[in-house]
């Protein structure tokens, strides 16, 4: 059984800084990523990392801001923000791909395990 366990979140001002974490309990070996989802919008991309950690990608919103990375021998992936925005503002989604799909992807249909969120306040 897999269990993501999102922590990290909390209220910051605008420029601060947060890193959310993701503790995954039973081995996926298998690319992951980060959603978000703000109040009254539908959930989006934020970034992904291969399996390997050799690949990641980074929405446009966030890029050069953020920056995700993986411990897999604590089973662990990391979301380092900075510069954050009022508009960073959102509920954040922690995921995992089947096991054995190594490959990061943005699309969150292709992942099937899911944590409950943790949620990020950024105030202006």
């Known amino acids: 059984q897999v269990q993501l366990v999102e922590s990290g979140g909390g209220s910051v001002q605008a420029g601060g800084s947060l890193r959310l974490s993701c503790a995954i309990s039973?081995?996926?070996?298998?690319?992951m990523g980060w959603f978000r989802q703000a109040p009254g919008k539908e959930r989006e991309f934020v970034a992904t990392?291969?399996?390997?950690?050799?690949?990641?990608d980074h929405a446009d919103s966030v890029k050069g801001r953020f920056a995700i990375s993986r411990d897999n021998a604590k089973i662990t992936v990391y979301l380092q923000m900075n510069s954050l925005k009022p508009e960073d503002t959102a509920v954040y989604y922690c995921a995992a791909r089947a096991r054995a799909y190594y490959g990061a992807s943005s699309l969150s249909q292709q992942y099937v395990y899911w944590g409950q969120g943790t949620q990020v306040t950024v105030s202006s």
């Open positions: 990392i291969s399996w390997d950690g050799g690949t990641t």
């Open positions: 039973g081995r996926t070996y298998s690319a």
